[in-house]
């Protein structure tokens, strides 16, 4: 999914799935033919359900649909975020319980395979009913309303209808029920969330180099590794850290050079409790993973289609259930747990940079603030406040989205998640432990040089010569924007997985 989100990968509409959409749509076609209500194929949506539509107008409900629920505000998703909307808005709609015709997925993959992506604006979902205005707002394209941007074509935006017409695409007309299976789902929520955890994954892989760094950087042990001391404690993310942390420093120079006649019994936190702080960050994050994983197999429509038979004739004991799998709190949840254990991450990385800098412990054999001139110079002073500032922001953004609820439509809608708020609060943490953990990294890069020509571990020193590579050793006060800034994208790319 990360493949075609970020513009990697094709995508197609297999046999199963035209199968099961056939199947689906029938019942669908039957429904309006039998003189029932059913919600959102001949009736009203939200706290208009009671109001009946004729048939000879159900297109023009879709159609309107659409248009109305088409009001998001702020700034537009990342293209990343809307394809992988996309794709889960296509691959749901491919599984047959939404009763959609065979041409709705299919125009979705014309626009994901043609480098189409709708302009979506970032706010406007509540997290409930689906991820409505967002998915109004890719469902627009489809018709051949609202904008585009074009693959290759950075920041420029088109007319959707002139996008289609220059890729070949020709908009598509809703029928029934069609307008309201695109825009009642989870997509938003559960694409954020996939791009998220890959992400946070890589961050997770640097925030441990720059762990192990920091251990011989500052001169610490490696002792309170010792695995007999995390089976004890039975907690799988911090046995999977010390493990990682091992590995990392294994052939290190460094720590055997002051094994004897080191006066210290311990060092401070951030650095002897990094299992069990990260440890914890780990088995949350697998915790959102799992949910998240689960989500992307989920059809999250209402109503709900059950088509049984072939497609050729509907079942009498097939079925259309109106039921709420559109809620997002099995996401909106996970997703303000992640904020709380990036902010974890990001908290304790930045300890380590503050014990490096301040040249409390006279065993590390550092100079203050790194700096060979102290005094004349600054040296990596200020780059701590920086990560302070980083975390600060943090805290805030650990607030839980999902615990504060509004109602909506007239109250018939009156418990939300608010789940895509937590994943934007996510992203946005993030973003800033990037770029704590990738000043920890130029500290503790800057560190490893007071200890030559001792080495470190050989997976510390792959590392540090990535940096190297990028940022040379701090002699003398410069700006340090750009080294942050390289080491930044050294975090992103995945250079420390």
Known sequence: MVAVARNARRVEVGPEALSALAAARAVVEHALGDGLPHYGVNTGFGSLSRKRIPTQSVAELQRNLIRSHACGVSEPLPTDVVRAMMLLLAASLCRGMSGVRAVIPEQIVKLLNAGLTPVVPSVGSVGASGDLAPLAHVALALIGEGFITQAGRSGLTVPAHEALAAANIAPIALEAKEGLALINGTHLMAAQGTLLCHDADTTFAAALTAAAMSIDASRGTDAFLDARVHAARQQPGQVLVASRLRELLRGSEIIPSHVENDPRVQDPYSLRCMPQVLGAAWDCLSYVKLAVTQELGAVTDNPLVFALGDGTAPDPHSSIVSAGNFHGMPLAIPLDSLTIALAHIAGISERR?????????????????????????????????????????????????????????????????????????????????????????????????????????????????????????????????????????????????
């Open 353 to 497: 940079t503050f014990w490096m800098l301040s040249n409390f412990d006279p065993e590390a054999h550092l100079s203050a603030y790194l700096t060979p001139k102290p005094g004349l110079n600054s040296g990596l002073m200020i780059v701590q406040y920086t990560a302070a500032a980083c975390c600060n922001e943090i805290i805030t953004l650990a607030t839980p989205a999902s615990v504060s609820n509004v109602s909506t439509s007239a109250g018939i809608e009156d418990y939300n998640s608010f789940g895509p708020r937590a994943a934007a609060k996510a992203r946005r943490a993030l973003d800033l432990v990037q770029t704590v953990v990738a000043i920890e990294l130029l500290c503790a890069a800057q560190g490893i040089e007071y200890h030559r020509p001792l080495k470190s571990g050989t997976a510390v020193e792959k590392a540090h010569a990535a940096i190297r590579a990028k940022v040379p050793a701090l002699q003398d006060d410069r700006i340090l924007a750009p080294d942050i800034e390289a080491v930044l994208q050294l975090v992103r790319a995945g250079a420390f997985a």
